[in-house]
């Protein structure tokens, strides 16, 4: 390492164990880097970073708790309290593939497998800390939101031979600010000129970016679609695929995207709870309830532990035992009512602050355990028709538990208040806008809920009243097209009415439609009996 550059830097090493400590500090000191600081929590970092700038950290991957040095980078990046033009590194003994690629997600300066050699450590600082040095300038007017200036002064290092080892940084960094600055056309004009020289993932990922930004969405599918596979695009690749599948209000194919990363880097929070998003517009109350559930698990001890984690996980589990068969609602509703037990054990206050919440949520749960007196007993206790402090997923909450019990009136006024809310802020996600809408919608079209729409359908087909079975069979499958058991029964009872000839084109789409939940789905013996004979029917006609 280049003497003048080791002397110059205040190091700051977070590692709890002490022989590691013990290595680290004699690797550093055999590089000329002598200006030392150690910390072994997270709390004894902050106040050292709150006091003295540094320009390199180096970071383990785990501290006292699981996570911490992670969690540690991950609220400093969120809480914008590093300079850019400091250089973090992770290490880390566990080399775990979601581990690995939760840390290149975080995207810290160098991440180094332990243990390390001297001269492995040489290598990789010195390239961190000369390339720091070198786009100094650029870093510390990105930070001063100077983006127009960063860009100039990016032109400046791009111009300068010394500097041609971080011209890949320094592109890529003028790629960012281009998207960064709404500079689209710039941005996209930018991207293909590298990748006509060399295709590389964050070029073609940009490009991509820029592209979907244009508005050329089919364009910008055929780029990301070429590096969904490599590695080091894989993430967000499917990221950006989702934002491709919303914009064309795919939403089932934007959840599938979305789930699929989220798989693969299962500690990115938001991804989870956006997941949650998705699912609930797309009607999969499964992958509704499974993803808030993870959300609420992976937060835990992170900077995104909260009360609103479980609650929403609770809700989950509603919607879904609203739509699952008779005899798996027990196990869902059982499952519920852990992730409030979780929450009243994580955060002990929560039952007292959160105490309206809770009664909804109770109602809710009663409603389904078919103990409709005790659910309105509860309903009976919330703060009346004040609705001013609750938020817009309590304010949903209600609108559900009223409908349920019938109160369709005070369902329709909550849901108008959500609406109202929703319009005078212009920073709301417009994907709770779309399933706002979408609640609203099939709460006054459609007054039974799930259970009981199919139960009627089926009485109706059962006494010959082919009509009514099939606009129920079809309600029921509008907020349930997730059940193979209720696309079986619409199928069938589209069948009946056509004969199986003649069938016109929206008959045929909704029928292939049925086929593609039934099939992809779980039938019984019986059901599956039953599925036979249809298709044999439909035989040639489809």
């Known amino acids: 390492?280049?003497?003048?550059?080791?002397?110059?830097?205040?190091?700051?090493?977070?590692?709890?164990?002490?022989?590691?400590?013990?290595?680290?500090?004699?690797?550093?000191?055999?590089?000329?880097?002598?200006?030392?600081?150690?910390?072994?929590?997270?709390?004894?970092?902050?106040?050292?970073?709150?006091?003295?700038?540094?320009?390199?950290?180096?970071?383990?991957?785990?501290?006292?708790?699981?996570?911490?040095?992670?969690?540690?980078?991950?609220?400093?990046?969120?809480?914008?309290?590093?300079?850019?033009?400091?250089?973090?590194?992770?290490?880390?003994?566990?080399?775990?593939?979601?581990?690995?690629?939760?840390?290149?997600?975080?995207?810290?300066?160098?991440?180094?497998?332990?243990?390390?050699?001297?001269?492995?450590?040489?290598?990789?600082?010195?390239?961190?800390?000369?390339r720091k040095r070198a786009l100094r300038n650029v870093y510390q007017l990105m930070d001063q939101q100077e983006f127009n200036a960063a860009l100039q002064e990016l032109e400046v290092v791009l111009t300068n031979p010394a500097h041609s080892r971080f011209y890949p940084t320094a592109l890529r960094l003028k790629g960012d600010l281009l998207l960064k600055l709404e500079q689209y056309e710039?941005?996209?004009?930018?991207?293909?000129?590298?990748?006509?020289?060399?295709?590389?993932?964050?070029?073609?990922?940009?490009?991509?970016?820029?592209?979907?930004a244009l508005g050329d969405n089919d364009e910008a599918e055929k780029r990301i679609l070429r590096i969904a596979f490599k590695p080091d695009a894989q993430l967000a690749a499917y990221d950006l695929l989702k934002d491709v599948n919303i914009q064309r209000q795919d939403y089932n194919s934007a959840l599938e995207s979305l789930v699929t990363a989220a798989q693969l880097s299962p500690h990115n929070i938001e991804r989870h709870k956006e997941a949650v998003d998705l699912a609930r517009l797309a009607h999969d109350h499964q992958a509704q309830f499974e993803s808030a559930k993870k959300a609420a698990r992976y937060a835990r001890q992170t900077l995104h532990d909260h009360p609103d984690n479980y609650l929403t996980a609770a809700r989950a589990g509603l919607d879904y035992a609203m739509t699952v068969e008779d005899n798996d609602v027990p196990d869902v509703l059982h499952q519920t009512q852990e992730c409030i037990k979780q929450m009243t054990s994580s955060f002990p206050t929560a039952k007292n602050e959160y105490d309206e919440q809770l009664n909804v949520v109770n109602a809710r749960l009663n409603f389904l355990y078919d103990d409709e007196q005790k659910a309105q007993k509860l309903i009976n206790q919330l703060s009346g028709d004040v609705l001013e402090n609750d938020d817009l997923e309590t304010l949903l909450d209600k609108a559900k538990t009223f409908h349920a019990l019938g109160l369709y009136e005070r369902s329709e006024k909550v849901m108008n208040e959500v609406e109202q809310r929703c319009h005078q802020d212009d920073q709301q996600s417009r994907l709770f806008i779309q399933y706002v809408k979408q609640e609203k919608r099939e709460k006054s079209a459609i007054r039974m809920n799930p259970r009981e729409l199919n139960n009627s359908a089926v009485s109706s087909y059962q006494s010959g009243d082919l009509n009514k079975a099939l606009k129920t069979f079809r309600q029921a499958y509008t907020i349930m097209p997730k059940s193979p058991s209720i696309a079986l029964n619409l199928l069938q009872a589209l069948t009946d009415k056509t004969g199986g000839i003649n069938i016109n084109k929206n008959v045929e789409q909704?029928?292939?439609?049925?086929?593609?939940?039934?099939?992809?789905?779980?039938?019984?013996?019986?059901?599956?009996?039953?599925?036979q004979q249809i298709r044999a029917k439909l035989e040639g006609s489809l």
């Not at 400093?76 to 400091?86: A, G, I, N, W």
């Not at 909704?510 to 013996?525: N, V």
């Open 186 to 212: 710039s941005a996209r004009d930018f991207y293909e000129a590298i990748v006509s020289v060399q295709s590389f993932s964050w070029a073609e990922l940009g490009l991509a970016k820029a592209l979907l």
């Open 510 to 531: 909704l029928m292939h439609r049925c086929i593609r939940t039934i099939e992809s789905g779980e039938l019984s013996e019986d059901q599956h009996s039953r599925y």
């Open 1 to 130: 390492m280049d003497y003048k550059l080791a002397q110059s830097c205040k190091v700051l090493v977070l590692d709890d164990i002490q022989l590691a400590q013990g290595y680290i500090k004699y690797s550093l000191k055999e590089l000329g880097l002598t200006d030392l600081y150690y910390a072994d929590r997270t709390e004894t970092a902050l106040k050292q970073l709150k006091d003295t700038r540094f320009d390199l950290i180096l970071c383990a991957y785990d501290l006292k708790h699981e996570q911490e040095g992670y969690n540690l980078y991950e609220r400093l990046k969120q809480e914008q309290r590093l300079p850019s033009s400091t250089a973090f590194v992770i290490t880390s003994a566990d080399t775990s593939a979601h581990i690995v690629r939760a840390i290149i997600e975080l995207q810290p300066d160098e991440f180094i497998v332990k243990p390390f050699t001297v001269k492995s450590l040489d290598k990789r600082l010195s390239v961190v800390l000369e």
